[in-house]
């Protein structure tokens, strides 16, 4: 394919090997070296475009122009999304599953998520006042486990949260990983859509009773456009797709649990109970810390933008790190300042920590309020409700390794109820 002289090429036979040792840097280091918002590299054998920045979100979430289907590399469907997942699919289909996704994500159900996931923190405090250390990261996979299996009405007996936590937490893991830990995560996803398919089939059964409006039951019972019933494993997959998002919020808990030891001073504002400062501090943990490095899609028909031709069937990554740290989008993108939302207008292309375009059309998450309202109430329970101490450790995180998080996985010691908490309402 020849492709134009002005769109720079990476020269290397294959960059996958970088791709590998630069992590979420590898396309922003390139757009910055090359000063473009797009430039092609050669991947895993194939030729790729990357690209950055908020007009490129723009052409990315394009429906016309992308398509998804066959652009999550079968290991990532493997471990991450599930084969045949709302991640894959387009047009009216996707749209019609999308639609499913998004009935469960309404302000109510969000706030029964926030809810919960307070109850649940508070229900920790006694164990971890007799802890010796307690592994703030650790604790959030369980605790959101358990949160998420209750309001999806999917029945957890407490002797196995801690495996099935683990479980959802070693897939998301596996994104990124070669060797040992992308096999774990191969083998956590096959165990938990054993027990998913079995939930799903004692539900169709009438063994198990779902409540109706669960995630559980809209699920089981969800009709495909010709009307017929998703298959037991398809179900299994959204399923699954709706509660490993949420196990996958501690570890934007994490960051935000280091964020609040790193700039003490937004801890005496988030003391005062100013809600909107809350949100803003939990958006801007969402775009300063590292996440998810880039999303993939492949080119429905050929067209030129930047004067780069986009043949079909190409993979174009977009670059969610480097689009969220661009400098021409976000001040000092480098710096920890919580009150850059106050101007921000919520623009679907900007910021795209969790994906970009409209949720109820493209390919954004949906999830994204449970994932600000969960954060939200961890912040008010980590500010208001406790106090503990930081011990020495290594709170350094890898921008090489995707997903990352801190090293240590932020351990708090000396914890104690507070008793004069501001009590916020929810």
Not at 319 to 325: A, K, L, R, V
Not at 344 to 351: I, N, P, R, Y
Not at 371 to 382: A, C, H, I, R
Request: charged fraction near 30%.
């Amino acid at each position: 394919m020849s492709m134009n002289e002005q769109v720079p090429h990476d020269k290397s036979l294959d960059n996958s090997l970088a791709l590998m040792r630069e992590g979420y840097l590898f396309i922003k280091n390139r757009t910055d070296k090359y000063q473009s918002d797009l430039f092609e590299a050669r991947l895993m054998g194939q030729k790729v475009i990357c690209m950055s920045g908020e007009e490129a979100a723009k052409i990315f979430y394009d429906s016309e122009r992308f398509k998804r289907k066959g652009a999550a590399p079968k290991r990532v469907q493997k471990t991450l999304f599930g084969v045949g997942g709302v991640q894959t699919m387009d047009g009216d289909a996707h749209i019609h599953r999308k639609l499913l996704f998004m009935s469960l994500m309404t302000p109510e159900h969000e706030k029964r998520l926030a809810e919960l996931t307070m109850e649940q923190w508070k229900a920790s405090i006694s164990k971890w006042e007799t802890s010796k250390k307690v592994v703030l990261f650790e604790e959030a996979k369980v605790v959101l486990c358990r949160v998420v299996c209750q309001w999806a009405g999917v029945p957890l007996k407490e002797s196995e949260i801690k495996e099935r936590a683990d479980d959802f937490s070693e897939m998301v893991d596996a994104f990124g990983a070669v060797g040992p830990r992308y096999w774990k995560g191969r083998r956590a996803r096959t165990r938990v859509e054993e027990w998913i398919r079995g939930v799903i089939e004692d539900t169709r059964a009438g063994k198990l009773q779902a409540e109706e409006g669960s995630a559980l039951y809209s699920m089981a019972f969800h009709k495909e456009l010709d009307g017929s019933q998703l298959d037991t494993q398809m179900v299994a997959v959204e399923l699954i797709n709706i509660l490993r998002p949420v196990v996958a919020i501690s570890t934007f808990i994490t960051f935000a649990a280091l964020a609040l030891h790193e700039h003490p001073e937004c801890k005496e504002k988030l003391q005062s109970g100013d809600r909107n400062y809350s949100e803003m501090f939990a958006q801007e943990v969402r775009r300063y810390y590292p996440f998810g490095p880039f999303v993939g899609a492949r080119v429905r028909k050929d067209f030129i933008w930047k004067q780069c031709k986009f043949k079909e069937g190409m993979l174009v990554l977009l670059d969610m790190y480097g689009t969220n740290h661009d400098s021409r989008l976000w001040g000092s993108p480098n710096e920890f300042r919580p009150e850059r939302f106050k101007e921000w207008e919520g623009s679907l292309f900007d910021f795209i920590p969790q994906g970009g375009g409209d949720p109820a059309k493209g390919h954004r998450c949906p999830g994204e309020g449970i994932t600000v309202e969960v954060m939200k109430v961890s912040l008010d329970f980590l500010v208001n409700k406790i106090e503990f101490k930081v011990p020495k450790q290594d709170l350094s995180y890898s921008l090489v390794k995707m997903p990352t998080l801190p090293e240590s996985g932020f351990v708090m010691s000396d914890v104690k109820r507070k008793y004069s908490s501001q009590e916020w309402t929810y």
